[in-house]
């Protein structure tokens, strides 16, 4: 029973922070999302990428650091006390949320990696000077796509091949490993792995920003964004195409109100629109130190206001 007691309490606080802090973000990105529009790609990419993660991370956090502590340590193992009805129906909702999150990131990984190997099928490696490896992949498969995590790839139809000169054809390149270097793959994985109602307009502009973000990596001077610009256009007069899924960013496989965008961006390149690089990484390291040492000197407190909560929940 204790453990039974525990096991709910966990979930039930688990539950608890997550869906309060995701209804919280939805609703600040509802109001702040007009001035999100001409931030710099690779931060905005960066930051929304966090916001979405931040219930989650914030909740297993909340979850491991205090809730499971303060009930080992404060709840007496000797009491026999019955499970309340508001811990059971949170416990209940925190597992059925956890188990639908890993069984659709599990369905999601499994029907990618067919459809990976029915494009990979007798396919063909491309000379190129990159690191990542490059295949000309079967028709089905989108024109120039990024796949997988611990082995990325990057597939090429022939009909991209074929229509794309040397040049668009290094700076599409250069867009697909830029996703490979930023892990977009894995972080568009984990955005689907805890889904929460509300949080589609967040992704889709962290889908956006992702995609200009790559454009912003993959040139550096204006001829290379006009052959950016070119690949784009030719490649999206090809249609429609099987998506990647979870595990691959596609060149064109985006709305066309987001190529024509991305189009026009590339279009008035210059080299005084490309965003400075700065270190938040500094910034966000000191941000952590400050919290774990406020975490530190109240810990004791904290793992009592924690178990009092928990306490109510119990009934």
């Known amino acids: 029973m204790f453990a039974l007691r525990g096991l709910a309490?966990?979930?039930?606080?688990?539950?608890?922070?997550?869906?309060?802090?995701?209804?919280?973000?939805?609703?600040?990105?509802?109001?702040?999302r007009a001035l999100a529009a001409g931030r710099p790609a690779p931060g905005l990419a960066r930051f929304l990428f966090g916001v979405r993660l931040f219930p989650l991370a914030a909740?297993?956090?909340?979850?491991?650091?205090?809730?499971?502590?303060?009930?080992?340590?404060?709840?007496?193992?000797?009491?026999?006390?019955?499970?309340?009805?508001?811990?059971?129906?949170?416990?209940?909702?925190?597992?059925?949320?956890?188990?639908?999150?890993?069984?659709?990131?599990?369905?999601?990984?499994l029907r990618v990696r067919r459809t990976i190997s029915r494009w990979t099928g007798g396919a063909e490696p491309v000379l190129c000077p990159?690191?990542?490896?490059?295949?000309?992949?079967?028709?089905?498969?989108?024109?120039?796509?990024?796949?997988?995590?611990?082995?990325?790839?990057?597939?090429?139809?022939?009909?991209?091949?074929?229509?794309?000169?040397?040049?668009?054809?290094?700076?599409a390149l250069n867009h697909e490993i830029a996703h490979v270097r930023r892990r977009d793959n894995l972080k568009k994985l984990l955005l689907g792995f805890v889904p929460f109602p509300g949080m589609r307009d967040l992704e889709e502009a962290w889908r956006e920003a992702t995609e200009m973000a790559a454009d912003d990596a993959a040139v550096s001077s204006i001829g290379e964004a006009l052959d950016l610009a070119a690949a784009l256009i030719k490649l999206c007069r090809l249609g429609a195409t099987e998506s990647c899924g979870e595990l691959g960013m596609s060149l064109v496989h985006s709305p066309v109100s987001l190529v024509n965008e991305r189009v026009e961006r590339l279009i008035h390149w210059s080299a005084q629109s490309r965003p400075e690089r700065r270190h938040p990484r500094v910034y966000t390291s000191g941000l952590g130190l400050a919290l774990l040492a406020v975490v530190g000197l109240s810990y004791g407190q904290l793992l009592i206001a924690v178990h009092a909560a928990s306490e109510w929940l119990v009934r």
């Not at 039930?12 to 109001?31: E, H, N, T």
């Not at 499971?68 to 019955?82: H, M, Y």
């Not at 796949?147 to 022939?158: A, D, F, M, Q, T």
């Open 9 to 32: 309490v966990s979930l039930s606080i688990f539950v608890a922070v997550y869906w309060g802090l995701s209804l919280l973000v939805c609703l600040a990105w509802r109001k702040a």
């Open 59 to 109: 909740a297993l956090l909340v979850t491991i650091v205090l809730a499971v502590p303060s009930f080992l340590l404060l709840e007496p193992r000797a009491i026999v006390e019955p499970i309340g009805g508001v811990s059971l129906f949170l416990g209940l909702c925190g597992l059925i949320v956890l188990t639908v999150g890993v069984a659709k990131t599990l369905l999601g990984i």
């Open 130 to 171: 990159e690191s990542v490896p490059v295949l000309r992949a079967a028709s089905a498969a989108p024109p120039l796509t990024a796949v997988g995590i611990i082995r990325p790839r990057i597939l090429l139809s022939g009909a991209a091949e074929f229509l794309l000169s040397a040049n668009e054809f290094q700076s």
